[in-house]
């Protein structure tokens, strides 16, 4: 209760009004990547400055546990943390210039346990020698790792309770996983 008084006295001591920011091109490359920055918006550009920010933080304290993602909704960072996430833990990763536009959502899943599935994934989908596997037993196109979801999202060919058994018998069964069906229009 004291982490959320704290965060909604320092945002009414913050006004939105006159904000001016630098593009920080590592931010607009990282976040175009993700489409989610009008560089005419400043609120956009310093939402996108900042939350680049928290996710080199991030990284660079190595996907602390409590640390689910964060990522860009509207006019504010949602901040997905475990329960047990102290005021200091957060302050690891977030910005002072962060917090008036932070919002805090609690999840199951760290991150860094995410990224862990990511690579399993991406190791088993990338050796040749399960090619067969994939295409003609799964029918398993593409995975992304879903911050907002706090979830692996699985894309198969077909969607079925069938194909699904299969994907967790050969590849991974893990409470990390949604699995979804390709649109068969799309081709990246």
């Given amino acids: 209760m004291r982490i959320v008084l704290f965060f909604l006295f320092y945002s009414l001591c913050f006004s939105r009004i006159g904000i001016s920011q630098n593009i920080n091109k590592d931010s607009v490359s990282f976040m175009h990547s993700y489409g989610m920055i009008d560089e005419n918006d400043s609120l956009s550009v310093l ?86 596997i994939i295409k003609d037993i799964i029918g398993w196109s593409s995975w992304h790792v879903s911050v907002p979801d706090n979830k692996v999202l699985i894309w198969l060919e077909e969607c079925t309770d069938r194909k699904i058994e299969n994907f967790k018998k050969y590849v991974l069964n893990s409470p990390v996983l949604l699995f979804m069906e390709t649109d068969k229009k799309v081709h990246i």
């Fill in 47 to 132: 939402l996108a400055n900042e939350l680049y920010r928290m996710s080199v933080n991030a990284r660079e304290e190595k996907y602390p546990l409590f640390y689910g993602g964060s990522y860009i909704d509207c006019d504010s960072i949602v901040f997905l943390l475990s329960n047990t996430a102290s005021f200091a833990e957060i302050m690891t990763i977030a910005t002072d210039n962060s917090l008036p536009y932070l919002r805090l959502k609690s999840c199951d899943v760290p991150y860094k346990e995410l990224l862990k599935v990511e690579r399993l994934l991406h190791d088993f989908y990338f050796k040749r020698s399960n090619r067969k």
